[in-house]
């Protein structure tokens, strides 16, 4: 079974601080990882994706990719109340998609 | 605008019956997929289509079934057999099959009285 983990949380943070969310994978041919912002009650909506090595920003959001660690990150930078979700991991592996359980994300003002 | 519906928004369904959940794009994209979502698990495939006419089961297409007679539509039933329906069901949908990046619609949330 190709599993993509994630610490379940709750994370919390003060607001302004950085965020940082994990997330390991067993499949070594893994080709493209996806980050999903999930509100409650809401559907999963695409926030970032990567699929080489290092670093890709976008505004506050960071991503991180190690491919020899087989490890995925994301970092939230100055965070606010309204990042307060659950964010979920997803692994195109070499067969499927395969989705982590997700972390739960508070940003307490 | 373009996007995902998904109807209805809740269903509730008694024991024994069919029901039949909705899920529409005007993304003209060729792939699509139904995931169930419960609790503190990760989003679990039940069926794709990567085409019309054809789907495939994914991994937990046991007590439902799918249609794909159109590109924009895609029903997923959940039949009598499924034992314990009761869970977030949300659709998605990508350009093209295998290509990364999925959307998604807004859910249906299904409860079992």
């Known amino acids: 079974q190709k599993e993509v983990e994630q610490n379940s949380g709750p994370l919390s943070v003060p607001e302004g601080a950085i965020a940082s969310l994990n997330c390991t994978y067993s499949d070594r041919g893994s080709q493209s990882f996806f980050w999903y912002r999930q509100y409650s009650g809401k559907s999963p909506e695409l926030i970032m994706f990567i699929y080489s090595n290092g670093d890709k920003e976008d505004g506050r959001f960071t991503a991180q990719l190690n491919k020899a660690s087989q490890y995925v990150s994301l970092l939230i930078r100055d965070s606010q109340p309204s990042d307060s979700a659950t964010y979920l991991c997803?692994?195109?592996?070499?067969?499927?998609?395969?989705f982590g359980a997700g972390t739960r994300l508070t940003v307490k003002p | 605008d373009g996007g995902i519906t998904q109807s209805p928004k809740y269903l509730f369904r008694k024991e024994g019956q069919n029901v039949t959940l909705s899920c529409e794009q005007n993304l003209n994209h060729d792939a699509m997929y139904w995931y169930r979502q419960d609790p503190g698990q990760g989003l679990r495939l039940i069926y794709y289509?990567?085409?019309?006419?054809?789907?495939q089961k994914g991994d937990i297409a046991e007590g439902y079934s799918v249609s794909r007679e159109k590109k924009e539509s895609f029903p997923l039933t959940v039949t009598s057999a499924q034992k314990n329906p009761t869970a977030f069901y949300l659709c998605?949908?990508?350009?093209?099959?295998?290509?990364?990046?999925?959307?998604f619609g807004p859910g249906t949330r299904l409860t079992v009285l």
């Open positions: 997803a692994v195109k592996t070499t067969d499927d998609m395969r």
């Open positions: 289509s990567q085409i019309v006419n054809d789907f």
């Open positions: 998605a949908s990508s350009i093209v099959p295998g290509l990364d990046e999925q959307f």
